[in-house]
Each structure stands twice: as C-alpha cells, then as structure tokens.
C-alpha cells in the first residue's frame, strides 16, 4: 500500500460569536460557539455559511477542546450542505491563552485538525458524502478558518 495524498476541496472562513462557558458539567467544561455566517471557496465550489449552527465544545483540563461544529452551507447556485466537523485544538498554554483573548497567533503554533463529514442532496456535490475530508484550521478573533482537504 502507498501513503495517501491530499486534494485541497475548499476553504471555510466561519464567523463566530464569543464563546458560551457554561463552566464545568459532568461531562468537562462545556463551552457553545455560535456561527453567525461567513464564507467558503474552492474548485468548482463557493457560496455561504448560513447562521444558526454552533461549535459545541468541551475542553479538557490539559485545556485540549474537543470540537464538534454542526452547520450548513449554501453555494452560490443555491445547493445546501450539512456539516458535521468534529476535532481537536491544543498547545502550550500561552498560545491558548493568546488565542482566549483573541489574538491571531501563528497557526503553526497550536494543533487544530478536524475530520468533517457532509450531507446534500445535489448529485454535483454528491463526492463530499463519499469521501473523507479532513481539515487544518486557525482561530481568530471573531472568525474560524478551516482548510478541507480530500483524503486521496
């Protein structure tokens, strides 16, 4: 068997609000980040986030967060998309510190991966529901951005 290779699918650029801190439940400290829209772009394939979806997340005390955004998307001819994208961030505590207060560090600096999957019923889009998608991502200030890649 030979290594997988990558084909870049498109690019994300989710706008968020602040995070909800519902602080620490049973199941660690739960925090909701709610999408208010944005923008995506790749061949053959633009269009919208639409609001209303959120990252529902819960961070660990190593401060390591469990991601598990659910959302839609809208390209310009008008076709949806559901995404489920679940992952994980982490890094030294400074670069998460940074992040909190909302700087833009260095994605290099922190881990952010993600693997995402798709539903729509266009058939032109019919190969996001048959492949595995996995995603690089930074997090800014008021905006996510997530590069998806297609798993060869």
Do not use: C
Request: glycine content about 10%.
């Amino acid at each position: 068997m030979q290594s997988p290779e990558l084909e870049f699918a498109f690019e994300v650029a989710v706008e968020v609000d602040a995070p909800l801190d519902l602080g620490v439940t049973p199941a660690g400290q739960r925090r909701i980040v709610q999408i208010k829209g944005g923008s995506f772009e790749g061949p053959g394939l633009k269009g919208r986030v639409l609001p209303g979806g959120a990252d529902w997340q819960i961070v660990r005390p190593d401060g390591t967060a469990e991601l598990d955004a659910r959302y839609t998307l809208q390209t310009d001819p008008g076709a949806l998309i559901y995404v489920v994208n679940r992952g994980l961030r982490h890094g030294p505590a400074e670069v998460l510190r940074r992040i909190a207060d909302g700087e833009t560090v260095d994605p290099r600096s922190y881990y952010f991966r993600s693997a995402a999957s798709f539903e729509t019923s266009d058939p032109d889009l019919a190969w996001l529901t048959k492949a595995v998608v996995l995603g690089v991502g930074q997090r800014q200030r008021d905006r996510v951005l997530i590069r998806f890649w297609k798993l060869l």
